[in-house]
Every structure is written in structure tokens, then in C-alpha cells.
């Protein structure tokens, strides 16, 4: 009954395009524009905001995301604006967790008394390193010095604060991960996010990385960082949730808790996706990706949608897996049940389920199915298999 009550519950993301400029490794719908048009993009998010709210009738918002692109390039003003009116067109819960994502350079970190104000309580810095010559390489704007102050005044400033790492750079050994590693869990609030460094299609890295510019880790020396990373943050008190995630007891990020349970999130603003429930039926929804286009749409009908689709009995079996077996907790029986129609057992292929019991990649209690540490490692060749 209660999780039935959540998958009602909302969780809203907002998504600011632009950015100073482009990091090389970075395929997020991030856009640099010399000028950035802040009044007509935080109207048309209004707007937007405006169009769901009305359709998706009275429901609590349990976290607010502001994510990007860059969202501390926004005006306080702007986020005050918006956050104005969530809590006119939605209930939101008296804990509701309020993010924004936000870069440590100093023009950005002198916004944060007026995001404060505005109602953020939690903001996620992208630091990415605390070494200047790794910052250079990943294209950042910031030093180490400027990520350091940042992440100490927002911690005067906000309840709860989360920053991110990218690692297993090319050249990285375990001796300096282990050395930054010390230095981010030394300065860590309740939460920090670590990514192993990616190529993703179409970025600056995918060509230079194609070209033979660099190198990445090999495997064995990324296992080893992946490991020395999830055993350090232990040692500090911040269990591992997800893959890439970790928090002291309560403080996991709420939002993106709402997208691994699988449960209901509207997306506002370009290339935003949504899971929601509409008259009985989970439908997804996406938004136009090009900021200008995005923005034309909203202005003539409301809305920059480009799709909306009722997902299957199927797809929403694959889709809940997809996203629980990432975290730590597992996927419950019950709640999976419950979300998509199908028992748990029925989204999966038995012979792969069995193998990757046996194998220990997977466990089962009374009420969940857990990927184990070993079976997190492998879930990215594990899950098609495991999928129906
Ligand atoms: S600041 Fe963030 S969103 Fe913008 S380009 Fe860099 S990584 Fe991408």
C-alpha cells in the first residue's frame, strides 16, 4: 500500500542546457551559446512546468533536480522563480530534497546563499579531480584550489552536499587515486558520486581517443581502482547504494533513488525523459533536445514534447531491472510486482538467473534479488542476458 501510494509520488527534474563550454568527455544535451537567453528559457520552464502540472493533477513532489548543462549559470532569481511554482502546482513534501548541480568556479559558488534562499537544500558539485593537471585534461574551468573552497562554503551553506570524481583516467595509478580519493572523503558531507571515466560516442575523447591520443586503463588496473574506491569510502562511513554512488545512512540521493526503484519522474526542460503514470497506464516521456527548438515548441503549445508512449508489460519488466539491480538494496519482489504487472521471476531468463545464482553474481532473500560486489562489476554484460 505504501509503495503504491509513492509510484504516485512524483520526482521532478529540471534541465538547464547551457554551459560555459564543452567538457571532451561529456555527451550530456549540454550547449555553449555566447549569450545565454535566461529570461526566455526560465519562461518556457515555467510554461512547461505549467503544461504537466496540469495534466498530471494533484501529486507530491518528493525531490525537485535541477540538473544540466549547468544550472548554477541560472540567476538565483530564476531558480526562486521556478521553485515558486512547484510548490503552487504541486504538494511538496515538507522533506522534500531540492538539488542543484553546480560547478566550483568562484562566479558560481557566490550564487549559492541566493540558491539557499531560493529553497535548494542539497547541491552536487561537479569537481571531477583534485588534481589541476587532470582537471586541464577533462577540459574543466576550475582548479583544484577553486573546487576546494567551493565545496567549503557550500558546506556553511547547505544541509547536504554531494560532489563528483571521474577516475580511472589514462595514466591513473592506484597510489594517486588512492592519495585524491583520501583528500574527497576527507571534505565529504553525506554523499559523493564516483565515475570510471568513459568514452561516450560522438565527444571530443571518442575522436582522440580513436586517433590513439590516450589511453585508458586496463582492465585488471580499473577493477583495482573500482575496488581501492568502494573499500576507502568505506573506511570514511559512505556505503556504496549504486554503482557510483555513495552515502552515509540517509544520505542517498532521493531523486535518483525515484529513477533506480523505477518509480514515477516528469522531466522538464530539452531532452528531459519522464516515467509517468497517466489514467492507470506508465507512459515515457521525452522532450525536443535542442534548446532553441525545444524552447519555439513550448512557446506555441505548451509543451516540447516529442514523445509520448505507453510502456509495455515487457518493457517496463526490463526496464525496473535495468535500473534496480544497480543498487545495493536489490530489486523487491513485491514493489517490482506491483510496478510493472509482471512477477520478477517472469522478466527474467531463467537459465542466465540460475547461472548467475550459482556464480554468486546474483542473491535472492525472501524479499529481493541483489546483485552481490562481484555481480555489480559484470552488470553491464550480465543484464542483456539476464533481461527477457
Ligand atoms: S559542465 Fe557538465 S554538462 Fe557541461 S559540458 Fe561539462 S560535464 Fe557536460
Redesign the pocket.
Given at each position: 500500500m505504501r509503495y503504491e501510494r509513492a509510484m504516485q509520488d512524483l520526482a521532478l527534474y529540471i534541465h538547464w542546457p547551457f554551459?560555459?563550454?564543452?567538457?571532451p568527455?561529456?555527451?550530456?544535451n549540454?550547449h555553449?551559446r555566447e549569450r545565454i537567453p535566461e529570461a526566455r528559457f526560465v519562461s518556457a520552464l515555467r510554461r512547461e512546468l505549467e503544461f504537466e502540472a496540469g495534466r498530471l493533477g494533484p501529486r507530491q513532489v518528493n525531490s525537485v533536480f535541477f540538473g544540466?548543462?549547468?544550472p548554477s549559470l541560472m540567476q538565483p532569481e530564476s531558480v526562486a522563480a521556478l521553485l515558486g511554482d512547484v510548490r503552487r502546482l504541486f504538494t511538496v513534501a515538507p522533506e522534500a530534497e531540492v538539488t542543484l548541480?553546480a560547478?566550483p568556479t568562484s562566479i558560481e559558488a557566490g550564487r549559492f546563499r541566493g540558491y539557499r534562499a531560493a529553497g535548494v537544500n542539497r547541491v552536487s558539485i561537479?569537481v571531477?579531480s583534485f588534481d589541476d593537471a587532470a582537471l586541464k585534461f577533462l577540459?574543466?574551468?576550475h582548479s583544484a584550489g577553486q573546487a576546494k573552497a567551493a565545496i567549503a562554503l557550500a558546506r556553511e551553506i547547505f544541509p547536504r552536499l554531494s560532489f563528483d570524481l571521474i577516475y580511472a583516467r589514462p595514466e591513473q595509478s592506484l597510489p594517486q587515486w588512492q592519495a585524491e580519493l583520501d583528500t574527497a572523503l576527507s571534505l565529504a558531507a553525506d554523499h559523493l558520486s564516483l565515475y570510471q571515466l568513459t568514452i561516450e560516442q560522438g565527444t571530443k575523447f571518442a575522436t582522440l581517443y580513436g586517433r590513439g591520443a590516450f589511453r585508458l586503463p586496463d582492465d585488471d588496473t580499473a577493477a583495482a581502482l573500482y575496488e581501492a574506491t568502494e573499500n576507502a569510502a568505506a573506511r570514511y562511513g559512505l556505503a556504496q547504494y549504486e554503482i557510483s554512488n555513495y552515502a552515509k545512512p540517509g544520505g542517498e540521493s532521493r531523486h535518483n533513488l525515484a529513477y533506480w526503484r523505477y518509480q514515477d519522474y516528469a522531466g522538464i526542460g530539452p531532452g528531459a525523459h519522464g516515467r509517468l503514470t497517466l489514467g492507470g497506464a506508465l507512459f515515457a516521456t521525452s522532450r525536443h533536445r535542442a534548446p532553441e527548438i525545444w524552447a519555439e515548441l513550448v512557446e506555441q503549445k505548451g509543451s516540447g514534447s516529442t514523445l509520448e508512449e505507453e510502456i509495455g508489460v515487457q518493457d517496463r519488466g526490463r526496464e525496473a531491472l535495468l535500473m534496480g539491480l544497480r543498487l545495493s538494496e536489490g530489486i523487491g519482489f513485491a514493489q517490482f510486482e506491483a510496478r510493472t504487472g509482471i512477477p520478477l521471476r517472469d522478466a527474467l531468463e531463467a537459465r542466465v538467473l540460475e547461472l548467475a545464482l550459482a556464480e554468486d553474481y546474483l542473491r535472492q532473500t525472501e524479499t529481493h534479488l541483489i546483485a552481490t560486489a562481484e555481480g555489480r562489476k559484470r552488470l553491464d554484460a550480465l543484464l542483456p542476458e539476464l533481461a527477457r
Open positions: 554551459c560555459l563550454s564543452k567538457c568527455y561529456c555527451d550530456f549540454s555553449v544540466g548543462g549547468t548541480e560547478n561537479g571531477q577540459g574543466r574551468a
